[in-house]
């Protein structure tokens, strides 16, 4: 069955870092790739996404390249901020009808 | 971007009693709407599939006489933890689809904490 794995946390870095956090994923077909994130206390909300190969996901200065080759989605980031400390999930989706499959997130804390 | 709410956000019981949570879709009608249990060290486990008009589809080890769920409208999912007990305390989370289901992307409720005393 479909499934993804992300790096464990926690990750912790310095204000200004590079940030990398790995996920692969197993799927049939060609599936949607998402990577959502949780701030503390609140819910989930889409980071970026990818619906086809090469495809790059970017929002708020993250980014993530669906690679199919190596069934891959990893997210990163030239130079984190303090705000960006949360949780981060890889997810990916087989149709649009079908539910969505989560990693078991990335909690990511990072120092002023 | 699509909203999803979610009430209560945080509610407190007594071992025993029943808790009803709601998700609604304020901008959207969504046929199916999901539900999630958040554990503690964050990992998300999808509980069930909650249909319009029809039965929930209950993901495997979930007890479906324990969470009931009902979709009665096209904007309204209710989540409903029967009986409660402290181990049933969690972060519950619905989400749903626009129409047309698009790429697959999900909108997500604000979360509702549940504490069982």
Not at chain 1, 1 to 21: C, D, H, K, R, Y
Request: aromatic share 10%.
């Amino acid at each position: 069955g479909n499934s993804v794995t992300q790096m464990e946390g926690p990750v912790t870095l310095s204000e200004e870092a590079f940030l990398t956090i790995n996920c692969t994923y197993t799927a049939t077909g060609y599936p949607s790739l998402f990577w959502y994130v949780q701030y503390p206390g609140e819910g989930l909300q889409l980071l970026l996404k990818a619906t086809k190969a090469d495809d790059k996901g970017s929002n708020k200065g993250f980014e993530a390249t669906y690679r199919k080759e190596t069934t891959s989605f990893h997210l990163e980031k030239g130079s984190v901020q303090v705000s960006d400390s949360a949780v981060y999930f890889c997810a990916l989706s087989s149709s649009s009808a079908s539910k969505i499959i989560f990693g078991s997130g990335t909690r990511l804390s990072i120092r002023p | 971007g699509a909203v999803v709410s979610q009430h209560p956000s945080r509610v407190i019981c007594k071992s025993g009693t029943s808790v009803k949570i709601e998700c609604r879709s304020l901008d959207f009608q969504a046929t199916t709407m999901f539900w999630y249990r958040q554990f503690p060290k964050q990992s998300l486990m999808l509980m069930a599939t909650s249909n319009e008009g029809s039965k929930a589809t209950y993901e495997q080890g979930v007890e479906k006489d324990k969470f009931l769920i009902n979709h009665a409208s096209l904007t309204l999912s209710t989540l409903t933890v029967t009986s409660a007990h402290p181990e049933d305390s969690s972060f519950y989370i619905c989400s749903a689809r626009e129409p047309g289901g698009g790429t697959g992307e999900l909108f997500f409720g604000e979360g509702s904490r549940l504490t069982v005393l």
